[in-house]
T-cell receptor
Framework: DAKTTQPTSMDCAEGRAANLPCNHSTISGNEYVYWYRQIHSQGPQYIIH???NNETNEMASLIITEDRKSSTLILPHATLRDTAVYYCIVRVAWGYRGNQFYFGTGTSLTVIP | ETGVTQTPRHLVMGMTNKKSLKCEQH?????MYWYKQSAKKPLELMFV???????ENNSVPSRFSPECPNSSHLFLHLHTLQPEDSALYLCASSQELYNEQFFGPGTRLTVL
């Protein structure tokens, strides 16, 4: 699976949009971009995933560049409860033995009142 | 109960104790996972079960023993642990093997 690069930490003002970048320059054509987050001392929570089209759900939007070498997770109106570590993961979507989700160190987002 | 539940939420044990962690998923999923998360480290996948068959065992010491009696329940039996085994132990499940995973709240384990 391709590797990802994320900033170590970011701050965002409450009520503003949080834009979390992820670089995945070696992504393959059949690999999806997944985002999870982990609030302190809780289990990771699935947020969204996509292949090449932009995706939106009730939690966030995922913008993938046309060359698919980078993406941005957007939390449109950040709240204090969005303070968490955000993980960007790229992998093929279908399951097979060894096709793990590798949770790296992620981006620690702090939403500031 | 909905989602993935784990008990206990906190556990303190001595190195000579035997204890078990329990995970239950109420999502009708076919695959279940144990992860370990030590302080300031990424999640480490420990064991994977698909349809009650163990399909992954990522070089985990034998003092950790998983059990999956059915597709809804997963246990992690612990014996003669070391202080460095203190960590957050997370259970997850997915509809199919290695699809999107849903995590439980974790068990915070402290080994004295």
């Amino acid at each position: 699976d391709a590797k990802t690069t994320q900033p170590t930490s970011m701050d965002c003002a409450e009520g503003r949009a949080a834009n979390l970048p992820c670089n995945h320059s070696t992504i393959s054509g059949n690999e999806y971009v997944y985002w999870y987050r982990q609030i302190h001392s809780q289990g990771p929570q699935y947020i969204i995933h996509g292949l090449k089209n932009n995706e939106t759900n009730e939690m966030a939007s995922l913008i993938i560049t046309e060359d698919r070498k980078s993406s941005t997770l957007i939390l449109p109106h950040a709240t204090l409860r969005d303070t968490a570590v955000y993980y960007c993961i790229v992998r093929v979507a279908w399951g097979y033995r060894g096709n793990q989700f590798y949770f790296g160190t992620g981006t620690s987002l702090t939403v500031i009142p | 109960e909905t989602g993935v539940t784990q008990t206990p939420r906190h556990l303190v044990m001595g190195m000579t104790n035997k204890k078990s962690l329990k995970c239950e998923q109420h999502l009708g999923h076919n695959a279940m996972y144990w992860y370990k998360q030590s302080a300031k480290k990424p999640l480490e996948l420990m064991f994977v079960y698909s349809l009650e068959e163990r399909v992954e065992n990522n070089s985990v010491p034998s003092r950790f023993s998983p059990e999956c009696p059915n597709s809804s329940h997963l246990f992690l039996h612990l014996h003669t642990l070391q202080p460095e085994d203190s960590a957050l132990y997370l259970c997850a499940s997915s509809q199919e093997l290695y699809n999107e995973q849903f995590f439980g709240p974790g068990t915070r384990l402290t080994v004295l």
